[in-house]
């Protein structure tokens, strides 16, 4: 069946570098995407979307970008902080229905 | 509460008895999610309500679980025989509208251990 899936299952950075998490989705008629980040004993958070018709969308320190060429879909963290270090997990919805999730990234941040 | 709220929060269960997991989503919400999600794993759809349309069914891993949704509001998730297998965390989440380009928002889910 049609799944998310994540390149790197861990990433370990240094505190106040970029971090760059990896996300291929297999459904090319999904128009809506989105990254959670669950912190340890918690439920999944949002963090920013961004729908089929855009490429690239911009948070607070975050930024998500999206090649429907290839279906990859990337979350790009800067600076790093100790703060961020999570399990993150893409997700895409298909005409707005049920979430699919990925296997999630664990990342960590060294001091 | 403002969030989605599920209880118990913590949950064993000896293998072979029934439970039964709560989940209160944020009110408004038309949508209803269930997931579970293994040790150090990723989230595995369970099922999802829309309003007061028949539920997709399609994720629940045998007919041992079923899940009821009242009034449209709070929901029950209903394992049966429960075995060892069974042992994760189940989170629920609901969003506004379930066919909108919506954020989900989840609750802090419930641990199951079946021993």
């Known amino acids: 069946g049609e799944s998310v899936g994540l390149h790197l299952p861990t990433l370990s950075v240094q505190e106040g570098d970029n971090s760059i998490i990896n996300c291929a989705y297999s459904n090319s008629a999904s128009d809506y995407f989105i990254w959670y980040k669950q912190e340890s004993g918690k439920g999944p958070q949002f963090i920013i979307d961004i729908r089929s018709n855009m490429d690239k969308r911009q948070g607070q320190r975050v930024t998500v970008l999206l090649n429907k060429t290839v279906k990859h879909l990337s979350l790009q963290i800067a600076a790093t902080q100790p703060g961020d270090s999570a399990v993150y997990f893409c997700?895409?919805?298909?005409?707005?229905?049920?979430?699919?999730f990925g296997a999630g990234t664990r990342l960590f941040v060294k001091a | 509460g403002a969030g989605v709220s599920q209880s118990p929060s913590n949950k064993v269960t000896e293998k072979g008895k029934d439970v039964e997991l709560r989940c209160d989503p944020i009110?408004?919400?038309?949508?209803l999610y269930w997931y579970r999600q293994s040790l150090g794993q990723g989230l595995e759809f369970l099922i999802y309500f829309q309003g007061n349309s028949a539920p997709d069914k399609s994720g629940l891993p045998s007919d041992r679980f079923s899940a009821e949704r009242t009034g449209g509001s709070v929901s029950t998730l209903t394992i049966q025989r429960t075995q060892q297998e069974d042992s994760a965390v189940y989170l629920c989440?609901?969003?506004?509208?379930?066919?909108?380009?919506?954020?989900?928002?989840f609750g802090q889910g419930t641990r199951l251990t079946v021993v």
């Open positions: 009110s408004g919400h038309t949508a």
């Open positions: 997700a895409e919805k298909t005409g707005g229905f049920k979430t699919i």
């Open positions: 989440a609901s969003s506004p509208q379930g066919q909108m380009n919506t954020e989900a928002f």
